[in-house]
């Protein structure tokens, strides 16, 4: 019935499918062939271009596939390269949304003449391309200016970062041809910082002829402060006080600033732009080493007294505090908490490596984080306990990642809802009573969840309980995901076949597999789990020692789609299997195969 659909719809319906899946709906049929190109190139996949004279024809075979979005390699000022543009130009100028030169060296005649036939632009990186501002003369005449500008009517994106001679002159005429620009990019370009006009001076591009000043991209803010939404400044070294003048532009409301190694930043001055521009979703302030009370990845003296600058970030939507070890959690509840009566519409959340961060304060924040959460992690929060595991099943059911690594603490009556063991004194540990039915036998009734099971968690795409007390009683009953793509349960040591046969029978549509150090499971186990993982395409087995060449014939026969495999330290795989799996299997690009057979690691290090 597909057949009769009309080529739209069927490439609508393929749009929501992984590239994977695209590629083998488009082995159905001719029209399925055809929807299935139209939705990858609605998924603006960039094809980069080799600027060389062997390019000219998938030149051509690009243009009539009606490609959007290219980037050009290798370019500079020779014939090949201006014979390329002018291919480019003809065959994909009238349809190009998207067009990346970075780092190349082109002629300003060749640029020129390759925008004006790109009428429909809307993002143009020339990141790294000196050659087009060291003269100073592009688009100096009125004339050829005014055309650029008809031609980039729709910019909505210019990247510009790294170019060490654009100056006031070139910024201006560049940028007035482009006037719905909305995103714009100048990280590490030169900039200079002179907020008071010098003496005797009128014209903001007198101040610095040979260079950018700040003054000047400052005055291009505030002529658009009601389009621009993203800026990024990083590596211009820019001055709080420069911060402070940008926050408080009239009308200005963005979305993204990215400010990453700007190390003369205050927290006095982040955190007032914080107050002045609420509705930034995104804020980069890595490699700000100066900030020490500032919610930021890997800052190591930021403790809970920074976490409470987040409060006037309403829209924030993605937050990473990973490696913050002073960071318990206290604060971050009252900083994420509802605004104006409304849930936070945060994301993606990162509090991985937060050593201090315990059950109490988790709990306590995890209700308000609202439904709009899909990626959660908290790898190496080594205090966490079942009590966090419980409540994330409980209120953050719309998650697709969630990444528990070295999460030691959690033990299977958590992941399968039941309630806590009481404790009682006796010689050594004591499992679950209720666990103890799966011993019983299949005619036995299986234990009741007593509250939230990782079941709840249906939307998970990414899961990660590496280094865990986990075992088969409760990995084989929970791990029912039929969206997981990617699943980590390396360094699980009660891990047997029973239990990896049923993961695989519950996760059929795995494309990512991390078990390495599971030295439990055998060749056995791998032939009947690997018929359930045909789609599988990165596997890690590293450090399996029970595993031989058998199971490398099984994944070869079965995982067609495999595309990267890990069998280091595997002391019953030898060379000669690797070599054969190789040759059954030449898509694989990549065979992790160090001190395979039992290498003595001491001699050979």
Same mark, same amino acid.
């Given at each position: 019935?597909?057949?009769?659909l009309?080529?739209?719809?069927?490439?609508?319906?393929?749009?929501f499918?992984?590239?994977?899946?695209?590629?083998?709906?488009?082995?159905?049929?001719?029209?399925w062939?055809?929807?299935?190109?139209?939705? @990858?190139?609605?998924?603006?996949?960039?094809?980069?271009?080799?600027?060389?004279?062997?390019?000219?024809?998938?030149?051509?075979?690009?243009?009539?596939?009606?490609?959007?979005?290219?980037?050009?390699t290798?370019?500079?000022?020779?014939p090949?390269?201006?014979?390329?543009l002018?291919?480019?130009?003809?065959?994909?100028?009238?349809?190009l949304?998207?067009?990346?030169?970075?780092?190349?060296s %082109?002629?300003?005649?060749?640029?020129?003449?390759?925008?004006?036939?790109?009428?429909?632009?809307?993002?143009l990186d020339?990141?790294?391309?000196?050659?087009?501002?060291?003269?100073?003369?592009?688009?100096?005449?009125?004339?050829?200016?005014?055309?650029?500008?008809?031609?980039?009517?729709?910019?909505l994106?210019?990247?510009?970062?790294?170019? /060490?001679?654009?100056a006031? @002159?070139?910024?201006?005429?560049?940028?007035?041809?482009?006037?719905?620009?909305?995103? &714009?990019s &100048?990280?590490?370009?030169? *900039?200079?910082f $002179?907020?008071?006009?010098?003496? =005797?001076?009128?014209?903001?591009?007198?101040?610095?002829?040979?260079?950018l000043?700040?003054?000047n991209?400052?005055?291009?803010?505030?002529?658009?402060?009601?389009?621009? /939404?993203?800026?990024?400044?990083?590596?211009?070294?820019?001055?709080?006080?420069?911060?402070?003048?940008?926050g408080?532009v009239?009308?200005?409301?963005?979305q $993204? @600033?990215?400010?990453?190694?700007?190390?003369?930043?205050?927290?006095?001055?982040?955190?007032?732009?914080?107050?002045?521009?609420?509705?930034?979703t995104?804020?980069d302030?890595?490699?700000?080493?100066?900030?020490?009370?500032?919610?930021?990845?890997?800052?190591?003296?930021?403790?809970?007294?920074?976490?409470?600058?987040?409060g006037?970030?309403?829209e924030?939507?993605? &937050?990473?505090?990973a $490696?913050?070890?002073?960071v318990?959690g206290?604060?971050?509840?009252?900083?994420?908490?509802p605004?104006?009566?409304? %849930?936070?519409a945060?994301?993606?959340?990162?509090?991985?490596?937060?050593?201090?961060?315990?059950?109490?304060?988790?709990?306590s924040?995890?209700?308000?984080?609202?439904?709009?959460?899909?990626?959660?992690?908290?790898?190496?929060c080594?205090?966490?306990t079942n009590?966090?595991?419980?409540?994330i099943?409980?209120?953050?059911?719309?998650?697709?990642?969630?990444?528990l690594?070295?999460c030691?603490?959690?033990?299977?009556?958590?992941?399968?809802?039941?309630?806590?063991?009481?404790?009682?004194?006796?010689?050594?540990?004591?499992?679950?009573?209720?666990?103890?039915?799966?011993?019983l =036998?299949?005619?036995?009734p299986? %234990?009741?969840?007593?509250? %939230?099971?990782?079941?709840? &968690?249906q939307?998970?795409?990414? *899961?990660?309980?590496?280094?865990?007390?986990?075992?088969?009683?409760?990995?084989?009953?929970?791990?029912?995901?039929?969206?997981l793509?990617q699943?980590?349960?390396?360094?699980l040591?009660a891990?047997?076949?029973?239990?990896?046969?049923?993961?695989?029978?519950?996760?059929?549509? @795995? $494309?990512?597999?991390?078990?390495?150090h599971?030295?439990?499971?055998s060749?056995?186990?791998?032939?009947?789990?690997?018929?359930?993982?045909?789609?599988?395409?990165?596997?890690n087995?590293?450090?399996?020692s029970?595993?031989?060449?058998?199971?490398l014939?099984?994944?070869?026969?079965?995982?067609?789609?495999i595309q990267?495999?890990d069998?280091a330290?595997?002391?019953?795989?030898?060379?000669?299997?690797?070599?054969?799996?190789?040759?059954?299997?030449?898509?694989?690009?990549?065979?992790?195969?160090?001190?395979?057979?039992?290498?003595?690691?001491?001699?050979?290090?």
């Amino acid at each position: 019935m597909a057949e009769w659909l009309p080529l739209e719809m069927l490439t609508y319906i393929l749009s929501f499918l992984p590239l994977s899946d695209q590629k083998e709906a488009s082995l159905v049929s001719r029209a399925w062939y055809c929807a299935a190109q139209n939705a @990858l190139r609605e998924t603006d996949v960039r094809y980069h271009i080799p600027v060389a004279l062997s390019s000219l024809s998938a030149i051509q075979r690009l243009g009539l596939k009606g490609i959007s979005c290219i980037g050009l390699t290798n370019l500079d000022g020779s014939p090949a390269s201006h014979q390329v543009l002018q291919s480019v130009a003809y065959h994909l100028g009238p349809h190009l949304q998207s067009l990346c030169l970075s780092g190349g060296s %082109p002629t300003e005649a060749s640029f020129v003449a390759l925008v004006l036939s790109c009428t429909t632009l809307h993002s143009l990186d020339l990141s790294g391309c000196n050659s087009l501002f060291g003269s100073g003369m592009l688009l100096a005449q009125p004339e050829m200016a005014q055309r650029v500008q008809q031609a980039l009517s729709s910019l909505l994106e210019l990247n510009l970062a790294g170019l /060490r001679d654009l100056a006031n @002159l070139s910024f201006n005429r560049l940028s007035s041809c482009a006037p719905s620009l909305e995103r &714009l990019s &100048l990280a590490y370009c030169h *900039l200079t910082f $002179e907020l008071v006009p010098a003496q =005797g001076s009128t014209d903001p591009q007198d101040s610095s002829p040979s260079h950018l000043s700040f003054r000047n991209l400052l005055r291009f803010v505030k002529e658009r402060a009601g389009r621009l /939404r993203a800026l990024d400044l990083s590596g211009t070294g820019l001055p709080p006080e420069a911060l402070q003048a940008l926050g408080q532009v009239a009308g200005l409301q963005l979305q $993204e @600033l990215g400010l990453h190694s700007c190390r003369d930043l205050s927290t006095e001055a982040v955190t007032a732009l914080c107050r002045q521009q609420p509705c930034l979703t995104s804020l980069d302030l890595s490699g700000c080493s100066e900030l020490s009370d500032l919610s930021l990845r890997k800052l190591q003296r930021l403790t809970d007294v920074g976490c409470t600058a987040l409060g006037g970030l309403w829209e924030l939507q993605s &937050l990473d505090v990973a $490696e913050c070890r002073l960071v318990s959690g206290r604060e971050l509840a009252r900083a994420l908490g509802p605004v104006h009566g409304a %849930p936070p519409a945060l994301a993606s959340l990162s509090l991985a490596c937060c050593s201090s961060l315990k059950d109490a304060p988790v709990l306590s924040l995890i209700p308000l984080l609202g439904p709009s959460l899909r990626v959660l992690d908290l790898s190496s929060c080594v205090a966490l306990t079942n009590r966090t595991l419980q409540a994330i099943c409980t209120y953050l059911t719309h998650l697709s990642v969630l990444r528990l690594a070295w999460c030691k603490e959690l033990r299977d009556w958590g992941l399968l809802g039941l309630g806590e063991p009481s404790e009682e004194p006796a010689q050594g540990p004591q499992p679950h009573r209720q666990l103890e039915h799966q011993a019983l =036998g299949p005619k036995d009734p299986p %234990p009741q969840p007593q509250g %939230p099971s990782l079941l709840m &968690l249906q939307a998970l795409q990414e *899961l990660d309980l590496t280094v865990s007390k986990l075992t088969d009683a409760s990995l084989a009953k929970v791990l029912q995901f039929p969206q997981l793509r990617q699943l980590a349960l390396s360094l699980l040591p009660a891990l047997t076949d029973k239990g990896l046969v049923g993961v695989a029978r519950g996760c059929p549509s @795995l $494309e990512r597999l991390a078990l390495s150090h599971c030295n439990l499971l055998s060749d056995e186990g791998w032939a009947q789990a690997a018929s359930f993982w045909p789609r599988l395409q990165h596997l890690n087995l590293s450090s399996c020692s029970q595993l031989t060449e058998q199971t490398l014939d099984t994944i070869g026969q079965v995982c067609k789609q495999i595309q990267m495999l890990d069998v280091a330290i595997c002391p019953r795989i030898n060379m000669a299997a690797v070599r054969r799996f190789q040759a059954q299997l030449p898509q694989v690009t990549c065979v992790q195969s160090r001190f395979v057979g039992g290498a003595d690691l001491t001699i050979t290090l």
